[in-house]
């Protein structure tokens, strides 16, 4: 039997990190305004030894950073609201409600890229900032990751239809009250991962005495 490895801190250790990874061979598959490449791997094995060869294909975009702007004065928190195609097949509208994201161009920083895409997507000016994590989107398809912040911002003037118009981006702007927001995530209402993580976090950290950066 191969056992967890925990340090004497009760803490989980990884056994293996990407130099017990070969990658073989890569394939450009498409490449538009997304990428799709084959990989052809090898990864050593938790009884020992290697893997046999073995084929992925992956959908790679690059990084992004996503925001969620939050008034303080109000407890409330500007969410957009656009199509997404992903969604089609859910039981819910496509029009989703989301936290204003963009993909990280070269050169750029997370955080220029969260005032970028505030102004562009919300028409707010992000006031402060803290980031709250870093997560892997869908690992088994995509190497894609998202770095996640809370924004400060003075809410009382947003709203109205945002986006870039070369960009095909038709983007409403919404300003809700915390608690109803959080409260649609039970509800299935907000039911995609990072605006889920965001309001999360917000609600178990808001009375923790958290501090803007």
Sequence with gaps: MVKST???DNQFEN???QKDVKV???ERLYKGFFECNKY???HKLFTGGWSEEFEREFFERGNAAAI?????MTDSVVLIEQFRFGAMQSKQSPW????VAGIIEKGETTQALIKREAQEEAGLDILASKFICNYLVSPGGTTEQLDIFIGKV?????GGLHGLLDEGEDIRVHVFPRKLAYQWISDGKINNAATIIALQW??????SGFKFD
């Design 154 to 158: 003075d809410a009382s003037n947003a």
């Design 96 to 99: 989703l409600l989301e936290l």
């Design 6 to 8: 925990i340090n004497n």
């Design 40 to 42: 052809t791997i090898q």
């Design 202 to 207: 917000l609600e178990l950290n808001l009375n």
């Design 24 to 26: 073989i061979k890569k």
């Design 68 to 72: 969620l702007p939050y008034d303080p």
């Design 15 to 17: 056994q293996y990190s």
